[in-house]
């Protein structure tokens, strides 16, 4: 049985490289850590350092050297610590009064054999890169998932135009053979959102949202069944998303037979000292 470190390093291993074209631009490897950063979303949740070892005696030495590459790539210092960092790396940041947390995401993965498909009938499109229109169709509905403000049950409102930017660039760097957006709608009007990206034996599911006035009434249920069946004929086991840590959509995603596995911390370094 693996250790719960082997699997956080699968999981996220695999979703660096189903998000790397979409918002992950690339990453920088080094023996004590990997660099994820994106060219076009600038928030902390993109850009972070990840998998931090270094031996104990070298924690402040690789942490400047860490800070350093953010300066590198205009990124504000985010290390991103899970079960598969050291210990002592997060030990060493509590105790200095410049790092603090910034967000903490629940890493959820299905752990059931099939989804209850829900009682709501929607009608769907896929959006695929030969269809600007349905491209556009889809953010825009983005815009009316997440333009709210941001609360404990939308954690996600207010979302930047550049994440906007990014999903379009994905349609030229990812493969539709392993990306599947669908638009959910309910009496002829678009009320959900969703994408899920295959690769190799995992599925991560992420732009997850539905329009303020239809939700908790089974718009992500019935979104979430079509993308774990899109995932289960392709003989995928491992289906995972991120959500914020203890707010509305955990406990939705729970509902359908998510369990959170492990959780990931942004620690970011406050430069100006205030």
């Not at 920088?28 to 270094?54: A, G, H, M, R």
């Not at 709608?185 to 997850?208: L, S």
Request: glycine fraction near 6%.
């Amino acid at each position: 049985m693996l250790s719960i470190r082997k699997i956080t390093e699968k999981y996220e291993k695999a979703h660096h490289r189903i998000q790397k074209g979409m918002y992950f631009s690339d990453f920088i490897e080094t023996p004590n850590y990997k660099l994820c950063y994106s060219d076009t979303v600038l928030i902390n949740d993109w850009n972070y350092v990840t998998f931090v070892n270094p031996l104990k005696s070298n924690i402040p030495l690789i942490i400047n050297k860490i800070v350093t590459e953010f300066h590198n790539i205009n990124r504000e210092p985010t290390i991103y610590l899970t079960p598969s960092s050291s210990q002592e790396v997060e030990q060493h940041l509590l105790c200095n009064d410049k790092w603090k947390i910034k967000f903490i995401d629940s890493w959820l993965i299905f752990n059931q054999k099939k989804i209850n498909k829900g009682n709501l009938d929607l009608d769907f499109v896929l959006v695929k890169n030969d269809s600007p229109t349905n491209i556009e169709m889809f953010i825009n509905c983005f815009i009316n998932c997440y333009g709210g403000p941001v609360s404990k049950d939308n954690p996600y409102g207010g979302l930047p135009g550049y994440f906007f930017t990014a999903f379009r660039n994905s349609f030229k760097n990812i493969s539709m053979e392993k990306m599947f957006n669908l638009i959910g709608f309910f009496n002829n009007k678009c009320v959900g959102i969703g994408t899920i990206i295959v690769y190799k034996d995992y599925a991560g599911i992420y732009n997850m949202g539905t329009i303020p006035e239809m939700r908790n009434k089974g718009v992500c249920r019935a979104i979430t069944y079509e993308l774990i069946r899109y995932a289960k004929k392709r003989k995928v086991k491992n289906i995972f998303l991120l959500t914020e840590i203890d707010g509305g959509p955990e406990k939705v995603y729970t509902n359908l037979g998510f369990k959170r596995t492990f959780i990931g911390k942004g620690y970011i370094k406050n430069e100006l000292g205030v």
